[in-house]
């Protein structure tokens, strides 16, 4: 069998709900028997109809897992079926005549009434068989799927943190050094800034956990940075307990948003405006709030669906299976107010 596809389930899951059914059936053939003889003979009936039937299905429970390993499971109840008729009929004939080949020999009407019901029970059983194997496939299909969608969720990461926008880092050394001879220490305060989040995001490029501490450092370079190149037009405060730096968190949650705000929200306005980066700490849910008081959602034109958002959105929902989110809102007098909530773990699903 292929590495990686799973073995199709055999009965030996549900033994006991396979005994059970093959009893009701055993019963009814043992009894139909019976009533066409008159009932004169019902326990011979009886006996040898579930002589016939536990053998064969005895003989799934037993021996089924290790023909799948050796063989096609479309193959596999041949074999079985005729193995268990076969010791049925010979259990059957020891009760009835004494004579373990009594069906064999003397009786073929019963060996060939076995014969019918062993086709019939080749019949359930064989498309029992194709169902199991099939929705086995569909289970590894399934998983590969996951696999596939993680992986490439996991990629997009790490292209997403060692991505900086050229635009971005030439703007950023064109302004460090006009500031070299006018303001020496805001060049070198920026250029640490700079150091900072290059250095951080190449780090992350080799990590899938991070610490909100680390977030709020590279956020805070970043906002340093812009602030920067924006003056007076950006001001930025952070609000947060630091006892929560260690808990774990994925990386690039938060800088996407404070870059978002920037880009779409206070740039291009003429009077800039003010981001606040707040964190709250509940029993069950970590909440990072990033507000800003730029031009808002609708004066902007968008819902959301931005790159950097929906990157952070997907990664959400693939890491935490659904259980964390990213909502967007109005602020008031005017802005937006993205908002991430994660549940409270140890460590964050691996990416």
Not at 71 to 86: E, Q, R, W
Not at 110 to 130: D, K, P, S
Not at 159 to 184: M, V, W
Request: glycine content about 8%.
């Amino acid at each position: 069998m292929a590495e990686g596809v799973r073995q199709p389930r055999s009965m030996v899951e549900q033994p006991w709900k396979l005994l059970a059914y093959t009893g009701v059936f055993c019963l009814a053939i043992g009894l139909f028997f019976g009533w066409r003889n008159g009932f004169q003979h019902l326990t011979a009936n009886l006996v040898v109809s579930f002589a016939i039937g536990l053998s064969i299905s005895l003989s799934f429970i037993l021996f089924s897992a290790a023909s799948h390993k050796v063989m096609s499971p479309y193959i596999v109840p041949i074999p079985l079926t005729a193995f268990g008729l076969g010791v049925g009929l010979l259990i059957g004939g020891t009760y009835v005549s004494g004579n373990p080949l009594f069906f064999f020999t003397q009786n073929n009407g019963t060996l060939l009434t076995g014969i019918f019901f062993g086709i019939v029970g080749f019949a359930i059983f064989g498309t029992r068989a194709r169902l199991l194997s099939i929705n086995a496939a569909l289970v590894d299909a399934e998983a590969q799927r996951e696999r596939q969608e993680k992986l490439l969720m996991q990629t997009e990461l790490r292209l997403l943190q060692a991505q900086i926008e050229p635009h971005f880092l030439f703007n950023t050394l064109s302004n460090i050094a006009g500031l070299i001879h006018r303001d020496p220490d805001a060049a070198e305060h920026t250029l640490l800034n700079l150091t900072t989040l290059l250095r951080a995001t190449l780090n992350r490029t080799r990590e899938a956990v991070t610490t909100l501490a680390e977030e709020i450092a590279i956020a805070r370079a970043y906002l340093e940075i812009q602030k920067t190149r924006m003056q007076s037009r950006l001001r930025y405060d952070i609000i947060w307990d630091e006892s929560l730096g260690p808990l774990p968190l994925p990386p690039l949650l938060v800088q996407p948003l404070v870059e978002n705000a920037i880009k779409h929200g206070l740039e291009p306005t003429e009077e800039g405006g003010e981001v606040v980066i707040e964190v709250d700490a509940h029993a069950d849910a970590l909440v990072i709030s990033v507000k800003d008081t730029g031009q808002g959602i609708h004066e902007q034109g968008s819902t959301g669906s931005g790159t950097g958002l929906t990157n952070v959105r997907e990664r959400l929902r693939t890491l935490y299976d659904g259980s964390a989110r990213l909502d967007l809102a109005e602020n008031s007098p005017q802005g937006m107010i993205a908002t991430i909530t994660l549940p409270r773990s140890p460590e964050p699903p691996p990416p």
